[in-house]
């Protein structure tokens, strides 16, 4: 059985810094990747995904994500942090035999001024 | 441009009571979803389906059924209401290429439902 970990629930942050937000998974196949984001009272977004091919990925907003198979990780990263970037990102895996999604907990951004 | 419609947006019912959400797409997706979204639980899936008239269990099942008539629509029916049953339902959809070419296609969603059960 897959899972996501997302291993922080919650990450502040000034505007304009850098920031991580962490993601592990677990599966005994290969995977597909996926980070959204979920503004306030509104549905999911996609922010990037990983398929296959290069490991660095990129997406809007000036989000990207590196996939790292040997850590099963996929963590999305952003240099400089807006405002308008608070909201909660969900990571997500498929892999084969799953006709759906698994996503983690959730990561509620919170930047501050 | 509509994409992933739910209906309605918001409900309170009563313990007991029945009720069924509506989702519609207009994408021509094959596949469709309804999530649960609780506090600290990311989201979880209910029923999904991969075609007309097709329809599958998810994570958490119990208490709900669901029916895809139509392509364009996927029902949610909660049928005797229970407080555990409060939360945010989403639904989403997605495209398939076909030979299972389903796993690498984004999912599309709706704003949710939010559904209070008193």
């Known amino acids: 059985a897959q899972s996501v970990t997302q291993l922080d629930s919650q990450v502040p942050v000034f505007e304009e810094a850098p920031v991580e937000l962490r993601c592990n998974y677990s599966?005994?196949?290969?995977?597909?990747l996926f980070w959204y984001v979920q503004y306030p009272n509104q549905g999911l977004q996609l922010l990037l995904k990983?398929?296959?091919?290069?490991?660095l990925v990129k997406g809007i907003n000036g989000f990207e994500a590196e996939f790292n198979k040997s850590q099963t990780s996929f963590h999305l990263r952003k240099p400089s942090v807006h405002i308008s970037d608070t909201a909660e990102y969900f990571c997500a895996v498929s892999d084969e035999g799953r006709r759906a999604l698994t996503f983690g907990s959730g990561t509620r951004l919170q930047v501050q001024p | 441009n509509a994409g992933v419609t739910q209906t309605p947006k918001f409900r309170v019912l009563k313990t007991g009571q029945s009720m069924t959400l509506l989702c519609a797409q207009d994408m021509n997706h094959e596949y469709m979803y309804w999530y649960r979204q609780d506090p600290g639980m990311g989201l979880r899936l209910i029923h999904y389906s991969v075609g007309e008239g097709t329809t599958a269990k998810g994570e958490v099942p119990d208490g709900y059924n669901v029916s895809r008539l139509k392509k364009q629509n996927f029902l949610l029916g909660l049928e005797s209401a229970a407080p555990s049953q409060t939360s945010v339902y989403f639904c989403?959809?997605?495209?398939?290429?076909?030979?299972?070419?389903?796993?690498?296609?984004?999912?599309?969603f709706g704003d949710g439902t939010r559904l209070s059960i008193l």
């Open positions: 989403a959809s997605s495209y398939s290429t076909g030979t299972g070419g389903y796993r690498n296609q984004p999912q599309h």
């Open positions: 599966s005994s196949v290969s995977v597909y």
């Open positions: 990983y398929l296959s091919g290069s490991t």
